[in-house]
């Protein structure tokens, strides 16, 4: 079975553009975590989708936005980049729409704002 | 406001050993704990977990022990082995419509074992 995958894994943008981030989770899994992880805050937590309804939001600006499909295949979005945004992106994928659910993360996507 | 924490950086130790690794939490709603392990440019790798009605949970070389009452887990990999080596984040979930999807992290203990 397929891990989590997640594209692009490196990105390189400059302040004030938009940005796009994709992740595919595991088959049978239909929700999907997004967490944001830097030197200093370590791993936070983004956002959650389930049946493509946003279920749970991290404390994060509204540029930060994300969609899921009908496959449960979700995008993030970062509007109005800041430098502060440079950061590592992790999907995580779970079976079940419970709380109790391990995740299982995707490589990640590497996001260096200039 | 630091819910979950691994006060220790850093371990090392030797090959064969135990490992143990802590980890303490305050939010007394927090029911449910995993152990994640994380090699640099990878995403982390889910270990074990643990719900709050056990106090243990095994899984090969990785036990996971729980302390309810002193909001306090820890990890224990034996015997520790060189691959071992990587960063180990202790994540806790809490019941509740607000924590959908949602672990929340403590900032990792870099585990190095030595041959």
């Known amino acids: 079975k397929a891990g989590v995958t997640q594209t692009p894994r490196y990105l390189i943008k400059t302040r004030g553009q938009q940005v796009t981030l994709s992740c595919s989770p595991i088959?049978?899994?239909?929700?999907v975590s997004w967490y944001q992880q830097t030197p200093g805050q370590g791993l936070q937590f983004l956002f959650e989708?389930?049946?493509?309804?946003?279920?749970n939001k991290g404390n994060f600006p509204g540029r930060f936005s994300g969609r899921q499909f009908s496959n449960s295949r979700s995008e993030m979005n970062v509007s109005t980049l800041e430098l502060g945004d440079s950061a590592l992106y992790l999907c995580?994928?779970?079976?079940?729409?419970?709380?109790?659910?391990?995740?299982?993360f995707g490589p990640g996507t590497r996001l260096t704002v200039l | 406001d630091q819910q979950v924490k691994q006060n220790s950086p850093s371990l090392s130790v030797q090959e064969g050993r135990i490992s143990i690794l802590n980890c303490d939490y305050t939010?007394?709603?927090?029911?449910?704990f995993l152990w994640y392990k994380k090699y640099p440019a990878e995403g982390p790798t889910f270990l074990i977990s643990?719900?709050?009605?056990?106090d243990k949970n095994e899984d090969g070389r990785f036990t996971v022990f729980l302390n309810k009452s002193a909001k306090h887990l820890s990890l224990h990999i034996v015997p520790s082995q060189p691959g071992d080596s990587a960063v180990y984040f202790c994540?806790?979930?809490?019941?509740?419509?607000?924590?959908?999807?949602?672990?929340?992290f403590g900032q990792g203990t870099i585990l190095t074992v030595h041959p």
């Open positions: 643990i719900s709050s009605i056990k």
């Open positions: 995580a994928s779970s079976l079940a729409p419970g709380y109790n659910n391990e995740q299982f």
């Open positions: 994540a806790a979930s809490a019941a509740g419509g607000t924590s959908y999807g949602k672990l929340t």
């Open positions: 088959s049978g899994h239909r929700s």
């Open positions: 989708y389930f049946s493509e309804t946003q279920r």
């Open positions: 939010n007394s709603m927090f029911d449910y």
